[in-house]
């Protein structure tokens, strides 16, 4: 896999157009050089994985209306062409089963959606400064 150093390009697998929206929001309130790729389902992401460009990062809901997102994860784990790519699950799931079953299929983490938008804006830029800054290192 090839890092971009001018963007990066991160695929949203969210079936709820207002969580879209709001991660849309606060990735431009943080300032994230980012692409978002956005997929209503897992057959739209499954489709959107197989035409280049590859992303860089998958940003996956569990609860899809077509397949489970776990299902998802799996499919990409056992792809050759995107095992190593990082998949992040994001969900309104507490259950410990969903977090441990996450991490049993090799997601990089398991993240809670925020409820406001101010714990939207805490939660990106939590994530991008782990995975944008200090994971994919810009020359």
């Not at 897992?42 to 776990?70: I, K, N």
């Amino acid at each position: 896999m090839t890092w971009r150093s001018d963007v990066i390009r991160i695929l949203v697998v969210e079936d709820d157009p207002a969580d879209q929206e709001l991660l849309r929001l606060a990735i431009d309130h943080n300032q994230v050089a980012a692409e978002l790729v956005l997929c209503l389902t897992a057959e739209a992401a499954l489709h959107r994985l197989r035409s280049p460009p590859m992303p860089d990062l998958v940003l996956l809901d569990l609860r899809l209306p077509d397949m489970d997102g776990l299902e998802l994860l799996d499919k990409i784990k056992q792809s050759p062409e995107w095992s190593s790519l990082p998949v992040i699950i994001l969900s309104n799931s507490t259950n410990a089963d969903d977090v441990a079953k996450g991490y049993a299929r090799h997601a990089a983490a398991y993240l809670l959606k925020p409820s406001s938008l101010e714990d939207w804006h805490g939660l990106v830029r939590s994530f991008t400064d782990y995975w944008l800054r200090a994971l994919l290192p810009r020359p």
